[in-house]
């Protein structure tokens, strides 16, 4: 399986993302009291509808569409509105993992700017690893560095895996790896050959 790049031609016109969890929930039919099961799973997915494209202009699109090769193939991409819009927060300094083996839903990070507030901001994202390893996480909360430089980061979800020590921390830009959701690659033109291009995405885990 390989990372196809996504290209530079892409230009977004309207954007779905979501956070999928895998909860089931049972309802009694008399009382309607409800017992609800969080198996733990969860997975981004999305749509991009692409700006229109002349035939010539859409080619970059048609190639990298077809690359993918249905669900096969992967590429990085995350929330298509914060990409064009970036952090809220400051993400000064240069954050790292700070400490090996960290599971659950939040992580520890030095090498902020010390004492600045508002490094991260609730519903910014974080990426942790790079290339085919890249994952991405949900900020759920505000927080401010000491005067180390450090901050315990609150994520939506727990880590998919542990961090090594001191490994970088994306909070601009962050991305994950995603594969198409069907193995279909498509996209329609008018009589003025105008290509239009809707993709669904779903994470690659």
């Not at 939040?106 to 030095?110: E, G, L, Y």
């Not at 890249?134 to 996480?137: D, I």
């Given at each position: 399986m390989s990372l196809v790049t996504v290209p530079s031609s892409l230009k977004v016109t309207r954007s779905s993302f979501r956070m999928r969890s895998s909860v089931a929930m049972s309802e009694s039919?008399?009382?309607?009291?409800?017992?609800?099961?969080?198996?733990?799973?969860?997975?981004w997915e999305g749509e991009v509808t692409l700006k229109p494209y002349t035939y010539d202009d859409s080619a970059d699109m048609r190639a990298f569409l077809m690359a993918l090769r249905g669900k096969t193939n992967r590429f990085l991409y995350g929330d298509p509105d914060y990409l064009v819009h970036g952090a809220r927060g400051t993400a000064s300094g240069t954050p790292l993992v700070n400490g090996a083996a960290q599971t659950g839903n939040?992580?520890?990070?030095?090498g902020f700017t010390p004492s600045d507030t508002g490094v991260v901001r609730a519903g910014d994202y974080l990426q942790l690893g790079s290339g085919a390893s890249?994952?991405?996480?949900g900020i759920l909360e505000d927080a401010d560095a000491n005067g180390s430089g450090e901050a315990t980061i609150t994520l939506n979800r727990n880590l998919l895996s542990s961090p090594a020590d001191n490994a970088a921390v994306v909070i601009n830009n962050a991305q994950g790896v995603f594969r198409l959701s069907e193995n279909i690659a498509e996209w329609s033109a008018n009589q003025s050959s105008v290509t239009e291009i809707t993709i669904s995405f779903v994470e690659a885990l």
């Open positions: 039919f008399a009382t309607f009291q409800q017992q609800v099961y969080d198996w733990g799973g969860t997975r939040t992580i520890d990070i030095d890249a994952e991405l996480y």
